[in-house]
T-cell receptor
Framework: ETGVTQSPTHLIKTRGQQVTLRCSSQSGHNTVSWYQQALGQGPQFIFQYYREEENGRGNFPPRFSGLQFPNYSSELNVNALELDDSALYLC??????????????FGPGTRLTVL | AQSVTQLGSHVSVSEGALVLLRCNYSSSVPPYLFWYVQYPNQGLQLLLKYTSAATLVKGINGFEAEFKKSETSFHLTKPSAHMSDAAEYFCAVAYGNNRLAFGKGNQVVVIP
């Protein structure tokens, strides 16, 4: 069984640019959540996708957006990058839907650096 | 709002000594609580979770945690530290459809 995968592993962008991060959920997992982990901090919930629709959002501005595809994979898009967007972005997938209480399986993350 | 407090960002423990990481939570409803471990340049791995069954929860790698409602705590322990336990540990509470609120983490250093 393939776990959660994320691409790219590392990314360097400059302020004002746009970035797309990708996540493939674990086989059969229909819910995907995205988290931002700044250096020295715990992960912060960005948003969650279920059945291709956003199903809850944390305290992040609209320039953070996402998609979920029919195969349950997901993208995180960030527009107008700021220096503070530099962080590790983690994707997590869940089996059984958002309210299942099931374990979230995390990918290895994408390290984004904004210069 | 649900939140988690972990005190002491860095924790040093001698090899073979007790590992104790403290976690206090704030939740308006009976919580789901988790401990995750993060090794360098890796994602988060679940150590254990509390879901309102037994208050003493056993996890992987010899870790366990005890849920104490009266103290709103979910401290993580391991009787004997091993060098491979050096990592960052996060306590988290689930709210609203499996969203996780994490503490700031404890960086554990194991001294030979």
């Amino acid at each position: 069984e393939t776990g959660v995968t994320q691409s790219p592993t590392h990314l360097i962008k400059t302020r004002g640019q746009q970035v797309t991060l990708r996540c493939s959920s674990q086989s059969g997992h229909n819910t995907v959540s995205w988290y931002q982990q700044a250096l020295g901090q715990g992960p912060q919930f960005i948003f969650q996708y279920y059945r291709e629709e956003e199903n809850g959002r944390g305290n992040f501005p609209p320039r953070f957006s996402g998609l979920q595809f029919p195969n349950y994979s997901s993208e995180l898009n960030v527009n107008a990058l700021e220096l503070d967007d530099s962080a590790l972005y983690l994707c997590a997938s869940i089996a059984g839907g958002p309210g299942s209480g099931n374990e979230q399986f995390f990918g290895p993350g994408t390290r984004l650096t904004v210069l | 709002a649900q939140s988690v407090t972990q005190l002491g960002s860095h924790v040093s423990v001698s090899e073979g000594a007790l590992v104790l990481l403290r976690c206090n939570y704030s939740s308006s409803v009976p919580p789901y609580l988790f401990w995750y471990v993060q090794y360098p340049n890796q994602g988060l791995q679940l150590l254990l979770k509390y879901t309102s069954a037994a208050t003493l929860v056993k996890g992987i790698n010899g870790f366990e945690a005890e849920f104490k409602k009266s103290e709103t705590s979910f401290h993580l322990t391991k009787p004997s530290a091993h060098m491979s336990d050096a990592a960052e540990y996060f306590c988290a509470v689930a709210y609203g459809n499996n969203r996780l609120a994490f503490g700031k983490g404890n960086q554990v250093v194991v001294i030979p």
